[in-house]
């Protein structure tokens, strides 16, 4: 599977952006989908997850509240909703997708990923 993450860009401080993360090449409709950044100079994290059937979400401490995972299967397509970003927000914004129904918050169980999209927040 193909994914391409879009919806990037730079917004003030408090700003919201909604990311989108399209497949291609098979359905998503099987596979969990997880949402990680990597800041210049840090090691990739995970942002949020959500499962196969979109019923379990989960979200690291540092976004919970503000940001919201959703999937269209119609689309074939995950979401990340930003809300009242921070600075420290900014980062590159990935989704991986993997052969589980279940999320997971480790990278490395993610076979499949997109190229990033940029977030950039500004104070």
């Known amino acids: 599977v193909q994914l391409q993450a879009s919806g990037g860009g730079l917004v003030q401080a408090g700003g919201s952006l909604r990311l989108s993360c399209a497949a291609s090449?098979?359905?998503?409709?099987?596979?969990?989908v997880g949402w990680f950044r990597q800041a210049t100079g840090k090691e990739r994290e995970f942002v949020a997850a959500?499962?196969?059937?979109?019923?379990?979400?989960f979200y690291a401490g540092s976004v919970k509240g503000r940001f919201t995972v959703s999937r269209d299967v119609g689309r074939n397509a995950v979401y990340l909703q930003m809300n009242s970003l921070k600075p420290e927000d900014t980062a590159v914004y990935y989704c991986a997708a993997r052969a589980a129904t279940t999320w997971s918050t480790f990278e490395q169980s993610y076979a499949y990923w997109g190229q990033g999209t940029q977030v950039t927040v500004s104070s």
């Open positions: 959500i499962s196969a059937a979109g019923g379990s979400l």
């Open positions: 090449g098979r359905t998503l409709g099987n596979s969990a």
